[in-house]
C-alpha cells in the first residue's frame, strides 16, 4: 500500500507570534503540494495566528507538547481540549529535547500519547539513539524499548493512524543526518516492531518520518526509501527551505 507522506516543521522556542505569522504567510504560496500532508508544529503562543494564516490551505496545524490530564491545578500546562478547541491535529510527543531537557520519560509519555489520542490528536511519536547508543550497537533495543513503553494501552486502530519520528540525537540540529540507509534501516526496524506488537496491516498504515538535519539537499534521497514516509524538521522549516522539502517530487 502506499502512504501518503508527511512532511512537518518542529519550529521549537522560535519565532514570536508576529514572527510566526510573518513565516506562516511568507511560506504560504510556497507549500501547497497536494500530494503530501503538511503541518507546522508551533509554540503554543503562535498557534493562534498562524491557525489564521493557514486557514483555507492544506496545511494542518500542530503543536510541540501536551498535558497528560485533562484540566485543573497544573499550572503552565496546556491541555489536549485547548489544542483541539485551536484547531490542533498532531503534537509532537517525546521529542529528545523534552526527554533529555526537562527529563520526561517513557512511562509518562505513554500518558501523553493516549490523552492525544483519546482527544482526538494525532501524535508524532518520537524515538531516537545517542551517539554512544549507536556506536555501541544497541540501538534497535533503544528503540525498541522506547515505542514499546510509550505505546502500552494504544489499541492497533490508534497505532495505524500514528506517525512515529525516528530522530537520531546525534542528527539533531547538528548538520549531521543519518544517510539514506541508516536512516532505512531503523525505520524499517520499527515497522518490524509494529507488525509484531499489533499485526502487519497497522505497521502497513503507520507513518513513519525521518528527522535530524533533513534539508532540500538530502530530502529526495530520504524520501525515496520505501519506510521513510516523511521529514521531521527542526532548522529548515525556519525558511523558505521548508517549502523545498515539501515540494521534493515536483
Ligand atoms: P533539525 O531538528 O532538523 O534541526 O535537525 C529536527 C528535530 O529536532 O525535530
Redesign the pocket.
Known amino acids: 500500500m502506499s502512504r501518503r507522506k508527511i512532511i512537518a516543521g518542529?519550529w521549537?522556542m522560535n519565532k514570536t507570534p508576529s514572527e510566526a505569522k510573518a513565516l506562516a504567510e511568507l511560506l504560504k504560496p510556497l507549500v501547497d503540494n497536494p500530494d503530501v500532508d503538511v503541518v507546522y508544529c508551533v509554540p503554543a503562543i503562535d498557534l493562534l495566528p498562524v491557525a489564521e494564516v493557514i486557514k483555507g490551505t492544506n496545511v494542518m496545524l500542530g503543536a510541540e507538547n501536551v498535558s497528560d490530564q485533562d484540566a485543573g491545578a497544573y499550572t503552565g500546562e496546556i491541555s489536549a481540549d485547548m489544542l483541539v478547541d485551536a484547531g490542533v491535529k498532531f503534537v509532537?510527543i517525546g521529542?529528545?529535547?523534552r526527554r533529555q531537557y526537562y527529563r520526561e520519560d517513557d512511562a509518562f509519555l505513554n500518558q501523553k500519547v493516549l490523552k492525544a489520542l483519546e482527544k482526538g490528536l494525532t501524535p508524532i511519536l518520537?524515538c531516537g539513539e545517542t551517539l554512544e547508543q549507536r556506536e555501541a550497537g544497541v540501538t534497535l533495543d533503544w528503540i525498541r524499548l522506547q515505542l514499546k513503553s510509550d505505546l502500552q494501552g494504544v489499541t492497533k486502530e490508534q497505532a495505524a493512524s500514528m506517525v512515529i519520528?525516528y530522530?537520531p540525537i546525534w542528527?539533531?540540529?547538528?548538520g549531521k543526518t543519518a544517510t539514506s540507509d541508516q536512516a532505512e534501516e531503523v525505520c524499517g526496524a520499527i515497522r518490524k516492531l509494529i507488525a509484531e506488537i499489533y499485526d502487519t496491516d497497522t505497521a502497513e498504515k503507520i507513518r513513519i518520518q525521518y528527522?535530524?538535519?533533513?534539508?532540500p539537499s538530502n530530502c529526495r534521497e530520504l524520501l525515496a526509501k520505501p519506510d521513510i514516509d516523511g521529514g521531521?524538521?527542526?532548522?529548515?522549516?525556519l525558511k523558505a527551505d521548508f517549502a523545498d522539502i515539501v515540494n521534493y517530487n515536483k
Do not use: P, Q, V, Y
Request: hydrophobic share 40%; proline share 0%; net charge neutral.
Open positions: 518542529n521549537k509532537i521529542h529528545s529535547e518520537c519520528a530522530e542528527a539533531i540540529g547538528t528527522g535530524g538535519s533533513m534539508k521531521l524538521i527542526g532548522g529548515a522549516a
